[in-house]
């Protein structure tokens, strides 16, 4: 394994550079405490696009490894399982990392998008100033209405989102983990999402009770607490 | 590798005995498949509890291995990878095992009951005239309507279910089966949904030029085109 004191993560940040709560960025930052892999994390605004150029590209995360840029949550997994392979295992082998991909689609197509129609007006109002215009004016165009509209009817519109968590809920049932008895990096891909919750909004997900709430809570607790520490604002 | 001569398999048939449906079912014998494991199945319909009794319970797919009987296709694909551990592997290892079992969640919570909603009436209409107000009573329990009803806007309807299907589109933008390179179990369990309404109904699940189509063709070749071969509502 290649020691390297020049690893950096791009992290997306809100007016608070503390506050991280990217979904994708925390898929990282958990797949890289769990190669043991140190990292410093510099805090990226949505419109810092100079910073990161140099990974051809204008999304976050973009991880500095020496000389080595890499870009997109998937893609920066693949490569530290592949270049980092004495390290513990993000997959499980082959076919672990063949059926998590589907994984990475569903929370991609699923459940991101059905979380930021929750809490998208929450996450505007923790951006820095310079950030806000660019957000809202992509959201709200992608949404089709204003954010405070996309998440006006959130109390009863959740009741959807929660009947789409029954895989989610159906599996904790029977293993502990996506990862079976430990945690590996089906985990880091869905606890992003809630995590992206966790640090922006009092809007509550889950239904008392939720067994998804317990397994949360044991992502929380891996690596020391990494990611209990964020700035969060969900009671603990 | 235990070879043997007295494995059967209870696979659900319609008023046709050769045509099987069960999309469960269907999980079982492309895992058989997969394992080099010959079978014969016996049809069943869901009427006959009493043939399956020796099971403990009353639904299907129930196999006979020897003297040891399995049941629900979940258990039965692992007793197959575990029992005949020497051949081809069904997950691609512990990662596999643990993430395919959210797959399988997944199929069970979404995919199924949203294949249900769009040709449960035609699924009716197949079956044995002992299994048609057995069928139809408990389903319109859970429906809560008649078997007409709930697919009466089927039309409009399948447009939300087709929406649900983007994380399998997006993963087959990338790879050509849930196994990777190659087809394994995740691939049979969502196989199953599909072939479920190949085998009983006209309807159009997916939209014209849906990457889905290309995949299921090739799930249909496998084996020497084992699950093409059984009879079929879907043109050639």
Redesign the interface.
Known sequence: MTINAQRKLYDLAGADPDRRFSPYCWRTRLALAHKDLPVETIPWRFTEKEAIARSGQHRVPVLLDGETVVWDSWTIATYLEDTYGDGR?L?????????????N??A???LLPGIARLIVVDVWAHLHDKDRAYFRETREKIFGMSLEQVCADRETSVEAFRM?L???Q??LA??P????SSA?Y?DYIVFGGFQWARCTSRFQLLAEGDPIAAWFERILDLFGGLARAAPSEWPV
Chains 1, 2 share one sequence.
């Open positions: 295992s997959f499980g082998g082959a076919g672990g990392r063949s059926a998590i991909f589907f994984i689609n569903w991609d197509s699923v789409g029954r895989p989610l159906r599996m029977q293993q983990f996506f990862g079976g590996n089906g």
